[in-house]
């Protein structure tokens, strides 16, 4: 009995001894209000909180508890904050991802329980906007009303252009902009242009164009099925590129547009670079203040909301809304937003091509320039996208390397310190397609990929952002290249 009795204490002692580790750890281990919190606001917030577009809340402990296992799995894999840029390649501001300190201790708070900790300890909240804005808007314009449809024929919802008067009577320059749809799960983009005012304009009426499509609701191509015969960004021959695409409905009018706006108006744009403002999943706003720059809206001017959906299933409306500060004096720098384009007549993907190097997009510019933003853009077979800076003297800088490139989040990329581009440089971007079986995004890897406006067809656009002194002309700052400078949607 002493034996069994002395063997029963030795078991207690070292169960007490466990139990104490064990609380010292839970002691020890990261908490949510103290350890956690502070990291959710810095990096996700903003796409975790209501009216944004994740699909849940992380703004409380309350909200994040029940996520806490799928948090951690995530932030392992490095797939959220989605941030797709390498490191290599520059410094950004924007910079959502996570140091493997954070990852660390999130990890570490989902091991333990996910505990709480005291709720003193945490930071105070963020104040956000009301309403799911970024920004808090002086001036909020309505968009149009777009009824998005179950089931359109071939799943095709084409581009739609639609005017809309902006409101402004006197010239006002703009800082930032930001714009939200209604329903963001059917949201494939929001693009807006400047237009001046011609009393001819049919407001609110969507404008399009019908694009002949077969049975998988890709652009019918002509015999030989040429590339080459499609024109530009794979649309069809003698449109220029100019998209003003099919959508049906009651005073709805099919049309070919120009510039991505409706008939007649694209050589009108107000802004050099075509678009001055889109919506994309994984965006969020464009703020020029951090540079001292703005946009300038003349006065009359009228806003062109290109607008494409993707259906879902269910009948629905999207009713977005744009939003825009005012800057009270005129800013000292000019902020011009591009896209130059590879997607030419020579761009066509072959079936089961898993490394398709796409024709380069080129622009030199003509003007001193300081680079702020660039936002790599394809489709479903995207695979990587790369920026080069090339200077007057021939050096070769790569100030953008995105080699996993992610359709479903489209990330703005802002340069910590902004880029200068001497007059006579030339911006050079590279991108390789998946076509392949081993692409879990595609559709159908036995076909050729063409240039085209649904997603299942391809683009490659490069989208970036300049500032220069309010004094330049605009129109000077950009040249066309091998690539064509363009305001193409996405």
């Not at 678009?275 to 464009?286: D, K, L, S, W």
């Not at 490139?405 to 001497?422: E, G, K, L, R, S």
Request: with cysteine; hydrophobic share 35%.
């Amino acid at each position: 009995m002493k034996r069994y009795g002395l063997a029963g204490l030795l078991v207690g002692v070292v169960a007490l001894i466990a139990a104490g580790a064990t609380m010292r750890a839970a002691d020890t281990a990261p908490t949510f209000s103290k350890d956690v919190l502070p990291i959710l606001q810095k990096n996700c917030q903003g796409c975790h909180r209501p009216g944004q577009i994740a699909p849940m809340s992380l703004l409380s402990y309350e909200d994040a508890r029940p996520w806490a296992r799928n948090i951690k799995t995530k932030v392992e894999a490095r797939q959220m904050p989605p941030w797709f840029a390498d490191p290599q390649y520059g410094h950004f501001m924007n910079d959502r991802s996570l140091k493997q300190s954070e990852i660390d201790t999130i990890v570490k708070w989902v091991d333990a329980g996910a505990p709480q900790g005291n709720p003193k300890d945490a930071p105070a909240p963020l104040v956000w906007p009301e309403n799911g804005w970024f920004i808090k808007p002086d001036v909020v314009v309505k968009g149009p009303e777009f009824q998005v449809p179950a089931h359109p024929k071939n799943n095709v919802i084409e581009w739609t252009n639609i005017t809309v008067p902006s409101g402004f009577t006197k010239d006002t320059w703009i800082t930032p902009l930001e714009i939200k749809p209604s329903d963001l799960p059917v949201t494939h983009h929001i693009c807006i242009s400047f237009v001046p005012h011609v009393d001819t304009v049919q407001y609110y009426t969507p404008t399009w164009r019908d694009t002949p499509r077969d049975e998988e609701g890709v652009i019918d191509r002509p015999a030989g099925g040429a590339a080459a015969q499609q024109g530009r960004a794979g649309l069809p021959p003698n449109t220029n590129g100019d998209v003003a695409p099919p959508q049906g409905g009651q005073g709805a009018q099919s049309a070919a547009g120009g510039g991505g706006v409706p008939p007649g108006t694209g050589a009108r744009t107000v802004g050099a670079g075509g678009f001055e403002g889109c919506y994309v999943p994984g965006t969020q706003y464009a703020d020029y203040r951090p540079f001292h720059a703005g946009k300038l809206i003349p006065a009359n001017t009228d806003i062109v909301f290109q607008v494409h959906y993707t259906p879902t299933g269910k009948d629905s409306v999207d009713v977005p809304l744009l939003g825009f500060t005012v800057a009270d004096t005129p800013p000292e720098k000019r902020y011009i937003s591009y896209n130059i384009s590879g997607a030419g007549p020579m761009f066509a993907i072959p079936p089961n091509e898993a490394n398709y190097m796409s024709p380069p997009a080129d622009a030199t510019f003509g003007a001193d320039a300081q680079l702020v933003d660039m936002m790599p853009h394809m489709h479903l077979r995207g695979k990587d996208m790369t920026y080069h800076l090339i200077y007057p003297d021939g050096r070769d800088e790569i100030v953008l390397s995105v080699p996993h490139y992610d359709f479903n989040w489209q990330v703005v990329y802002n340069p910590a310190t902004p880029v200068q581009i001497p007059k006579g440089a030339k911006l050079h971007v590279e991108a390789h397609y998946n076509n392949s079986v081993s692409n879990k995004f595609n559709p159908n890897p036995n076909r050729t990929v063409y240039p085209g406006t649904m997603t299942w067809e391809e683009m490659m656009s490069p989208f970036f952002g300049v500032i220069v002194d309010r004094s330049i002309d605009p129109k000077t700052v950009l040249q066309r290249g091998r690539g064509t400078v363009e305001g193409a949607g996405a």
